[in-house]
């Protein structure tokens, strides 16, 4: 009866040993708006009178906190009794918004508990900033005004510096660069752009930032970009054409030029080629939009055959070459002249068939009748014999097949054959394969094996591909993806110029929860004459996360005496194999007297930290001893075992097998005792009790304490009965 009372009396003491702090665990403001203004009631469960010193953790940077009563405050409180705590709690303008944890906390000398309060700083405003327009273009010396508006979206009066952020400076000019704007209020200043005269066809953009004046709170920014295109258009054109000359006669001729530009433009002309061709003016002045035409005289000469020359006009204000290259047959006006009046000097072999053009003239005083044929290449003439009159000229058509072609340099001849003369006219062109694509899919030819589980962090996996343009024509490339659905593709189109290459990328990134297996998804790549699919296949093993916290199994003993009684100091090394970032807060021996140092650490993934184990053994004569450790982090609490030999002076490792927590979704490596699991540790910073739980815990307690007096009370009238028997039979003897 005496061993049911004390336990009854002890479990009612460690009933009533629990505190608590009450009042709102989420609080949220602004510099600008109302103080938040919550109450905490401070409750003493102890069975004892009970003083608490009372403190609160916070960033003064971020925050301005008052209390009634002020703290620093010692407060002593009845079993039972409870006091408020108001508090009134007004964010720092100059803090940056974000969420922020302030614990209050409860010391006493049989225990602290604390509150913590998640507290939300908002925005306390902002600054807009936009551009109208966005974007423009400019010529040669053009000038452009571009509206940039600024807003200050806060109650409070701001003083703002304007910068430019840009590579080209010199294009871009604001009208002022400091402002002051009033509460939920806006300014607008001027963005002037001014092309240069000699310009090269780009895109240069800036940004427009607005910033508060340093030192100034809120600190509070604002940007835009604008672009601005500068285009040529200062163009001049040169008409384009051929000559034929007979070489026993002066001839004269013009040629046009055209300004397509907006401003006058004046021209120095000069003409490279044969001695039997003049240039008979050297300067031009064209308005913006006319054209004027040079004159190019032909000379008498000996010469016979093909030639060339060129004409280069050069503007004195852009600073700007146009160049164009003519051809002249040169004749002796006797024979029939051939040359091509259409057709192409660079074709694809997409093009299957090319059709060529040619005009022939006779320039003789009779009448020719002569035969045409073609040579070096598959083809057809539109007529193979002609019969021209006297200055008389006609077309033929040649069609060239290269559908069986490979690319290069290519070329046919043209025969004329008459009895009078024999000539022949040959075509130069070259063939490309105008639309060849190249894809560098290395990264998905390997199956991609991943891992999934709900204790794991998430996995994936960014892979990078090529595509090149290998022909000759510029390429919209097409990019999808069918399948598997968290397979991701990134862009989902290319522009390829010929010769060009651009990476893109597969993301796979399956959810934790997705079931293992094997998975297929397939890239699809179309362009011009190009269609291809390249598979990707995923494999996904399910995986149960073992504890990743690992002891390294060497370290080294000092052993001490200290008064007669035996301490061990080791080295333990803590390991975190596991894929998160791990917060421990607690190192502790569920068995004997050992204290760690330290206790609380952050471990990054594959990071470590050496503690200090110290054990004090007292008058414990043994060669080694096995020390159940628990570490607490913010997964789960791990429970391990190492073994301390004293003779070899040596730390080691229990190696058991682990049982992880299930709701755990980054758990630590380690071996532990055959007996232990694993279970989630406690939040960090809770207090004791929460006042329900203690609720449920007394009741629970008070039913123990029913069964054990109901059970106390029937050992109490056996053992009387039994007494009561025995005296009877010794009445009876």
């Not at 709102?24 to 469960?45: H, Q, R």
């Not at 916290?549 to 803590?574: D, H, L, M, N, P």
């Amino acid at each position: 009866m005496k061993k049911l009372i004390v336990a009854l009396a002890f479990l009612i003491i460690v009933a009533s040993t629990f505190a608590a702090i009450e009042g709102e665990g989420k609080l949220t403001a602004s510099c600008f708006s109302d103080p938040a203004m919550p109450v905490y009631k401070i409750t003493n469960d102890f069975s004892e009178r009970t003083e608490f010193t009372i403190s609160i953790d916070y960033k003064p940077d971020v925050f301005d906190i008052k209390t009634i009563p002020q703290l620093p405050y010692k407060l002593t409180l009845n079993s039972g009794e409870s006091a408020d705590l108001r508090l009134f709690i007004k964010p720092c303008c100059c803090g940056e918004p974000g969420n922020y944890v302030i614990t209050i906390k409860a010391t006493s000398s049989k225990g602290d508990f604390v509150k913590k309060v998640d507290f939300t700083v908002q925005e306390a405003g902002k600054i807009k900033v936009s551009i109208e327009p966005s974007e423009t273009q400019l010529g040669q010396c053009d000038e452009r005004t571009a509206i940039v508006t600024i807003e200050n979206a806060s109650p409070a009066i701001t003083n703002l510096v304007l910068s430019l952020n840009t590579d080209s400076p010199q294009l871009f000019e604001l009208s002022t660069k400091e402002m002051r704007l009033e509460a939920n209020s806006k300014k607008t200043v001027n963005l002037k752009i001014k092309a240069p005269c000699q310009l090269t066809p780009t895109k240069k953009s800036v940004e427009v930032i607005a910033k508060t004046v340093e030192g100034d709170c809120p600190k509070l920014s604002g940007s835009a970009s604008f672009i601005a295109g500068l285009v040529d258009r200062q163009n001049i054109e040169i008409e384009k054409k051929t000559f034929d000359v007979c070489n026993d006669i002066e001839q004269t001729t013009t040629i046009r030029i055209k300004n397509l530009g907006s401003r006058t433009d004046e021209l120095n002309l000069s003409l490279e080629g044969p001695e039997w061709v003049i240039l008979q003016q050297k300067t031009l002045t064209i308005e913006g939009g006319k054209e004027g035409e040079v004159a190019i005289k032909f000379l008498k000469s000996t010469s016979e055959g093909k030639f060339s020359f060129t004409i280069k006009a050069n503007s004195k204000k852009y600073n700007k070459d146009t160049i164009q290259q003519f051809e002249i047959m040169l004749r002796d006006c006797y024979k029939v002249d051939i040359e091509k009046f259409s057709g192409k000097e660079r074709a694809c072999i997409e093009d299957k068939t090319l059709e060529y053009s040619f005009d022939l003239k006779n320039t003789k005083n009779t009448e020719i009748t002569f035969e045409l044929s073609l040579a070096g290449m598959k083809g057809s003439l539109s007529t193979t014999k002609l019969t021209l009159k006297p200055g008389e000229r006609k077309e033929v058509k040649a069609t060239i097949d290269v559908s069986a072609e490979k690319e290069g340099k290519k070329s046919f001849t043209i025969s004329i054959n008459a009895p009078q003369f024999s000539d022949s006219f040959k075509v130069n062109f070259e063939l490309e394969d105008c639309y060849a694509l190249s894809v560098d899919s290395k990264a998905i030819e390997k199956d991609i094996k991943m891992e999934v589980s709900p204790e794991l962090c998430p996995q994936s996996v960014l892979l990078e591909l090529k595509v090149t343009n290998t022909g000759t024509k510029e390429q919209n490339v097409k990019l999808s993806l069918t399948g598997t659905k968290w397979v991701y593709l990134e862009p989902t189109s290319l522009k390829l110029a010929p010769k060009e290459t651009k990476p893109f990328y597969v993301y796979v990134g399956p959810p934790i929860t997705e079931t293992a297996g094997n998975y297929t998804a397939t890239l699809w790549i179309e362009a011009n004459d190009y269609k291809k699919e390249f598979p990707i296949r995923i494999n996904l093993a399910s995986v149960t996360l073992p504890q990743k916290i690992g002891i390294e199994t060497s370290a080294q003993i000092e052993e001490t005496i200290v008064q007669q009684e035996k301490t061990i100091k080791a080295k333990v090394r803590i390991v975190n194999t596991s894929d998160c970032l791990l917060e421990v807060s607690d190192v502790k021996a569920e068995k004997y007297s050992v204290t760690f140092s330290p206790t609380k650490f952050t471990l990054d993934k594959n990071g470590f930290v050496e503690l200090t184990a110290t054990v004090a053994l007292g008058k414990l004569d043994v060669n080694s001893l096995e020390v159940p450790i628990s570490v607490t982090t913010d997964r789960g609490i791990i429970r391990k075992s190492v073994v301390i030999d004293l003779v070899k002076k040596e730390v080691s490792e229990v190696p058991v097998k682990v049982t992880p927590t299930p709701k755990a979704t980054a758990m630590a490596t380690a071996t532990v005792d055959k007996n232990a699991t694993v279970s989630p540790a406690a939040p960090v910073g809770q207090a004791v009790s929460e006042p329900m739980t203690n609720i449920i815990v007394l009741l629970f307690l008070a039913v123990v304490a029913i069964v054990i007096v109901i059970l106390a009370y029937y050992a109490y009238k056996k053992e009387k009965g039994e007494e009561t028997g025995m005296k009877n039979e010794k009445k009876s003897k």
